[in-house]
């Protein structure tokens, strides 16, 4: 069964503090995405990256950094926490060899106090 | 660019009653369509998709036709159940690496 995995489900940061948000897809994918979440905004994306180390900037980078050196992991990176940036996070996979359908991971809900 | 736009929701039923969920895009191209599920406290999952004009996609009861004359994609189901309750979302799959455009999501709650 495919899969991808989110490193936590839930998490409590302090304002200021560095946050790495992990994702990892065991499907062989090309492209990984993160978005956020708020109710009433729908699904945002952050960044997203379609190779190894190629990343580009989605609608809402800014607050927020990206690291893809291995295919399988793609890591979302708040370098100074912030309270707006308390939501849920959603990492997400797609290969071109199924019509670019995105498989999800469970998502993280991040809390900045 | 490309964009979606959803029925706005909430939308409340009854169990057994008929479902339509209303989705128009915008594309350049024949991109494919997507409809997704949310069930609370979870990620999206796909619910089913279509990747031509004229397709038809269904699963679990739910069926969309990839209409390319009138652009749309809309979600239907003949008789809701209360375990369908969740967040539906349309969805172009794109062809800038992946990145597929979504709409707002529709919320569906359906009472016994």
């Known amino acids: 069964d495919v899969k991808v995995t989110q490193s936590s489900r839930y998490l409590v940061k302090r304002t200021g503090e560095k946050v790495f948000l992990e994702c990892v897809q065991d499907?062989?994918?090309?492209?990984m995405f993160w978005y956020r979440q708020d109710p009433g905004l729908g699904l945002r994306l952050i960044y997203f990256?379609?190779?190894?180390?190629?990343?580009e900037k989605g609608d809402i980078p800014e607050g927020y950094s990206v690291s893809r050196e291995k295919k399988e992991r793609f890591s979302l990176i708040l370098e100074s926490a912030s309270t707006n940036q308390t939501s849920m996070y959603l990492c997400?996979?797609?290969?071109?060899?199924?019509?670019?359908?995105?498989?999800f991971g469970p998502g993280t809900r991040l809390t900045v106090l | 660019g490309n964009s979606v736009t959803q029925m706005e929701g909430p939308v409340t039923l009854s169990e057994e009653a008929f479902l339509t969920i209303n989705c128009t895009y915008t594309?350049?191209?024949?991109?494919?369509l997507f409809w997704y599920v949310q069930y609370p406290g979870e990620g999206l999952q796909l619910l089913l998709k279509?990747?031509?004009?004229?397709d038809k996609g269904s699963n679990k009861g739910f069926e969309a036709t990839y209409r390319k004359e009138t652009t749309s994609f809309h979600l239907e189901k003949g008789s809701v159940q209360v375990s369908d309750s969740a967040v539906y979302f349309c969805?172009?799959?794109?062809?800038?690496?992946?990145?597929?455009?979504f709409g707002d999501g529709t919320t569906l709650t359906v009472k016994p």
């Open positions: 997400a996979s797609s290969s071109p060899g199924r019509a670019n359908e995105q498989f």
């Open positions: 499907m062989d994918h090309e492209n």
């Open positions: 990256s379609y190779d190894v180390k190629m990343k």
């Open positions: 594309a350049t191209g024949y991109p494919s």
């Open positions: 279509a990747t031509k004009a004229d």
């Open positions: 969805a172009l799959g794109g062809a800038n690496a992946g990145k597929s455009t």
